[in-house]
Structures are given as C-alpha cells and as structure tokens.
Nanobody
C-alpha cells in the first residue's frame, strides 16, 4: 500500500547541481525517517543522507563524501523529502534511491520502504 516516487534525476556536468525529490503515499500512519542511498556501477548501495524527526525537530546525517555539497530536507508536505546536490562530481554517478522508515498503522512496527531509484549521471 506504500509507494515512493522519486524524480529529478538526469544528466549534469561536473560542478553542476541537481535536486532530487521523493514523495511517499499510501497507508502511512507516521514517518520517522527519510533518506537517500545510491548505488554506482560495480559498487554496493551506500548511504548518502538521512533526515530523522522528533516532533518538529529534524536531524540530518551525511556521508563524508557529500558533506558540504549535499543538503537533505523535508518538504512542507511531510511525506516529501528532497536532496539538493551541489558541486557534483563524476563519482556521484549512480542510481539514487529514496528510503523511508514508517508505520502503516498505530499498532504496526516501523518498516523500511524503498523507491525504484532515479539515475543521476555526472559527465561532461
């Protein structure tokens, strides 16, 4: 019943910027965390950024490789998350996946859900 839809991927030159969006929909009771992972060709999927919520307070976490260049944020619609990517490097080329940790009802356990991924290619 839960689906995540990513958008914003594409081709960008090194040093350029791109913003990814992800919207979660379906049977959502509460969302405790949203984030982005990426998987480059021949590599394992790795964490890019997470944002967790405690009431109205958000906490962010970034991979060392993207600190200072990427920014994760929650949208005004709380089931939406963005990843602003600046100063993109060729090694940033990967499929980027949206991830959420949520409960589908008040009695359910928190569970992790994944989007289908969006391709980001950094090349001149």
């Amino acid at each position: 019943q839960v689906q995540l839809v990513e958008s914003g991927g594409g081709l960008v030159q090194p040093g350029g910027s791109l913003t990814l969006s992800c919207a979660a929909s379906g049977s959502i009771f509460s969302i405790s965390a949203m984030g982005w992972h990426r998987q480059a060709p021949g590599s394992k999927r790795e964490l890019v950024a997470h944002i967790t919520s405690d009431g109205n307070t958000n906490y962010t976490n970034y991979a060392d490789s993207v600190k200072g260049r990427f920014t994760i944020s929650r949208g005004n619609a709380k089931n939406t998350v963005y990843l602003q990517m600046n100063s993109l490097k060729p090694e940033g080329t990967a499929v980027y996946y949206c991830n959420t940790v949520l409960k589908t009802s008040i009695l359910s356990k928190p569970w992790s859900y994944w989007g289908q991924g969006t391709q980001v290619t950094v090349s001149s």
